[in-house]
């Protein structure tokens, strides 16, 4: 019992650091991953803040699924009702960056402190994020790749925020481009029994041959840190 509870305050505080980390990158305002980018246009449309809406988003991503035949953790729950507030919070704590330098400085340590925080949910081993979990059943449904999936539909949630008013910037490049290398260097240090299993699995499938095995290296750290493929972090 006591383990289990170490383990639940442990995906609190990597959930809760979580959303700091996306309010410092959505107040720096050069740029935020694409699930922010298609929080923030549907914020523009109905009006509604995007903590709430990155619950609602959440909450319809898991209902996906249920086609998918995926199982929640209990980790999966809490990262759809958590996640959200916590991004409040930091919104409601840090202001907006109008400088240059000021907004570099706070882009950058809210992209720092997410790899961080997602170290420590996921080592928590409580769950993957709905985002991950739509991700690995389409994988298991289709058979294809997991950087296939995550890109196709990270790329049409960028696509429609970006049409609806979210911010796209200089950021949302270098969050692709960064946050791969970054978990993959936090994931190690926060949850080496997680990160330890996936190299396992990604070894295992490259010594089979098996189609796909290279882009599924990559994979390996998407379902869990967040791949460089498509700029994603893990939710």
Same mark, same amino acid.
């Given at each position: 019992?006591?383990?289990? &509870?170490?383990? !639940?305050?442990?995906?609190?505080?990597?959930?809760?650091?979580?959303?700091?980390?996306?309010? *410092?990158? #959505?107040?720096?305002?050069? /740029?935020?991953?694409?699930?922010?980018? !298609?929080?923030?246009?549907?914020s523009?449309?109905?009006?509604? =803040?995007? /903590?709430?809406?990155?619950?609602?988003i959440?909450?319809?991503?898991?209902?996906?699924? +249920?086609?998918?035949?995926?199982?929640p953790?209990?980790?999966?729950?809490?990262?759809?009702?958590?996640?959200?507030?916590a #991004?409040?919070?930091?919104?409601?704590?840090?202001?907006?960056?109008? %400088?240059?330098?000021?907004?570099?400085?706070? !882009?950058?340590?809210? *992209?720092? *402190?997410?790899?961080?925080? &997602?170290?420590?949910?996921?080592?928590?081993?409580?769950?993957?994020?709905?985002?991950?979990?739509?991700?690995? /059943?389409?994988? %298991?449904?289709?058979?294809?790749? #997991?950087?296939?999936?995550?890109?196709?539909?990270?790329? $049409?949630?960028?696509? +429609? =925020?970006?049409?609806? =008013?979210?911010?796209? /910037?200089?950021?949302?490049?270098?969050?692709?481009?960064?946050?791969? @290398?970054?978990? $993959?260097?936090?994931? @190690?240090?926060?949850? @080496? $029994?997680?990160?330890?299993?996936?190299?396992?699995r990604?070894?295992?499938?490259?010594?089979?041959?098996?189609a796909?095995?290279?882009?599924?290296?990559? $994979?390996?750290?998407?379902?869990?840190?967040?791949?460089?493929?498509?700029? &994603?972090? @893990?939710?």
């Amino acid at each position: 019992m006591l383990g289990f &509870s170490l383990r !639940f305050l442990r995906l609190l505080a990597g959930l809760t650091l979580y959303g700091f980390a996306d309010a *410092l990158m #959505i107040r720096a305002g050069i /740029g935020v991953d694409p699930w922010t980018v !298609f929080a923030q246009g549907w914020s523009h449309v109905t009006g509604w =803040g995007i /903590g709430l809406l990155t619950n609602v988003i959440g909450l319809l991503v898991l209902l996906l699924w +249920i086609p998918l035949r995926q199982r929640p953790g209990i980790g999966t729950l809490v990262n759809v009702l958590w996640v959200g507030p916590a #991004i409040e919070l930091g919104l409601w704590l840090v202001p907006e960056q109008t %400088s240059l330098p000021m907004q570099v400085l706070v !882009f950058a340590a809210g *992209l720092i *402190l997410l790899a961080v925080a &997602s170290g420590i949910y996921i080592g928590a081993r409580m769950g993957p994020g709905p985002r991950d979990g739509l991700m690995t /059943g389409i994988h %298991s449904r289709t058979g294809w790749p #997991i950087w296939v999936g995550r890109t196709g539909v990270e790329g $049409s949630v960028l696509l +429609i =925020g970006w049409l609806l =008013g979210g911010n796209v /910037g200089v950021g949302t490049v270098v969050f692709a481009a960064l946050i791969g @290398p970054l978990c $993959s260097v936090t994931l @190690p240090l926060l949850a @080496p $029994s997680v990160a330890a299993a996936r190299t396992g699995r990604v070894r295992a499938r490259a010594g089979m041959g098996g189609a796909g095995a290279a882009g599924d290296v990559g $994979s390996a750290v998407a379902g869990a840190v967040g791949p460089a493929a498509a700029g &994603s972090a @893990p939710r």
